[in-house]
Nanobody, 123 residues
Framework: EVQLVESGGGLVQAGGSLRLSCAAS????????IGWFRQAPGKEREGVSW????????YYADSVKGRFTITSDNAENTVYLQMNSLKPEDTAVYFC????????????????WGQGTQVTVSS
């Protein structure tokens, strides 16, 4: 059974940083693309960042480029999202998700989801 568990969310002031973690079990990490998505109240879920665990290629939404960094520790089956220079518009529930195979950005293509972690950025 595939399980994803996020942690690391919290309340931070604008300009601050947080690091989210996504611990995966029940997967062979090298075969998966892991994505971070977020959903703010009343808004559609949107993709933030993705990493192809097999080759380490990373992808970012324009809104977070230069501020967020995704990394993967395949030995620990954990993906991290380092978020710097946070803005109030980054406030959302952040989810990690996994799909078997190559990178795609659309959240509907991801089969496994964590429960989410709340990130709140105050102005």
């Amino acid at each position: 059974e595939v399980q994803l568990v996020e942690s690391g969310g919290g309340l931070v002031q604008a300009g601050g940083s947080l690091r989210l973690s996504c611990a995966a079990s029940g997967v062979t990490f090298d075969d998966y693309t892991i994505g971070w998505f977020r959903q703010a109240p009343g808004k559609e879920r949107e993709g933030v960042s993705w990493i192809s665990s097999s080759d380490g290629y990373t992808y970012y939404a324009d809104s977070v480029k230069g501020r967020f960094t995704i990394t993967s520790d395949n030995a620990e089956n954990t993906v991290y999202l380092q978020m710097n220079s946070l803005k109030p518009e980054d406030t959302a529930v952040y989810f990690c998700a996994a799909r078997l195979g190559i990178y795609v950005s659309a959240y509907v293509e991801y089969d496994y989801w964590g429960q989410g972690t709340q990130v709140t950025v105050s102005s």
